[in-house]
């Protein structure tokens, strides 16, 4: 049986104490927070101030003797009506949102060494350590930029403003290390996992969004260059249905094009990410041998309405734990159109 456990601890990391809880609830993923969620009794000779402190203390999820999850608690909600404290923290990716950028400039630097030396610069101010760490850093591209003091940008936001772009990366902080990650190209690693409905999968949903998919391109470059993507295929089959984007830092005009197809490339279909209930214990999403964040998942659903039989990006999981410590896990794909 898996078994878990609650702790609370300063940021620097320090025990607290190992506090009682139920109704357990977490995420984790890749390319910003993730969210933990629980309830402790509130008559408890464990519950304290001193014990469990909104925006003082973090909660680290441990798993097995592992931490599998861990981050600031930012809420609790205390109700007489329900005898507990109904409590919210977020991961530690959720620090570097409470970080503002100071006066900086960048002139032809890679990207994750930027969003590095962002992080590194706030935990060298006063009072400003977090414990997070260099882990690996994708290079190959680089930025220019400028941040001044007055332009109030949050760390976090200008973290995914970087991965975010065609170019750009996935990043994460590793729970147990505290290791910031940032890895260039996003990775796409298949390990040959295949999950079959209704062998591996229990349930499963799935958004299709009709509307997302377009044919004829417009993307702006600098002023007044634009460029023109145009799927007469897809035209044949939906009509005519236009989508504007811009690339108004492109240094050529190979390079807008090269953008304008990968968008055109990304809208040649409908968008369906399905969300799959794993069934049982066969798939260890903690094990990175096993499964690592990006990995290619192979996904077939032959259900009635439903013929899917193709490869996604596995996204994060989310993970509910019951009384017994039996585990529920949902795991979120992405559409490897999105690299």
């Known amino acids: ?30 390319n910003g927070t993730t969210g933990i969620r629980w309830s402790t009794p509130l008559y408890h000779e464990l519950v304290s101030m001193t014990t469990i402190r909104a925006g003082l203390h973090e909660v680290w999820v441990m798993r ?36 503002l950028i100071q006066d900086v400039d960048y002139s032809v630097i890679d990207q994750v060494n930027i969003a590095w030396d962002l992080i590194s610069d706030s935990q060298a101010r006063t009072d400003g350590a977090l414990g997070i760490v260099s882990g690996t850093l994708g290079t190959g591209v680089t930025r220019s930029i400028s941040w001044t003091t007055y332009d109030c940008k949050y760390i ?14 996935d ?19 298949d390990r040959g996992l295949h999950l079959v409905y209704p062998q591996h999968i229990s349930s499963y949903a799935l958004n299709i969004q009709g509307k997302y998919t377009r044919n004829r391109v417009v993307v702006q470059g600098p002023d007044p260059s634009y460029d023109v993507g145009i799927n007469t295929t897809n035209r044949a089959l939906y009509g005519l249905r ?12 190979n390079e807008l094009t090269a953008y ?46 439903l013929s899917i039989n193709q490869q996604y990006r596995y996204k994060g999981a989310q993970v509910t734990v019951n009384k017994s410590g039996d585990e529920t896990i949902v795991l979120y794909t992405q559409d490897l159109r999105e690299l």
Not at 72 to 96: F, H, K, N
Not at 243 to 253: F, P, R, V
Not at 275 to 282: D, F, K, Y
């Open 260 to 305: 304008t197809t990968h968008v055109s490339d990304q809208r040649s279909d409908v968008s369906a990410y399905p969300t799959l209930v794993l069934r049982g214990q066969g798939i260890n999403i903690f094990d990175t041998s096993v499964i690592q964040y990006g990995d290619k998942i192979k996904v077939t659903i032959l259900d009635g309405y």
């Open 1 to 30: 049986m898996t078994r878990y456990w609650l702790e609370t601890r300063l940021r620097d990391g320090t025990f607290v104490c190992k506090i009682p809880f139920y109704n357990l609830q977490f995420e984790v993923g890749f």
């Open 242 to 253: 236009e989508y504007a984007d811009a690339l108004k830092d492109a240094a050529t005009a």
């Open 156 to 169: 976090l936001e200008a973290i995914q403003d970087f991965a975010e772009l065609d170019d750009g990366f």
């Open 171 to 189: 990043f994460w902080i590793n729970p147990v290390t505290r290791a910031f990650n940032a890895i260039y190209p996003r990775p796409a690693t």
């Open 64 to 99: 097995n003797g592992v931490c599998v999850a861990a981050g600031p608690l930012w809420d609790i909600s205390v109700s007489t009506d329900s005898r507990s404290l109904s409590c919210s923290a977020q991961s530690l990716e959720d620090y570097l949102d409470v970080r």
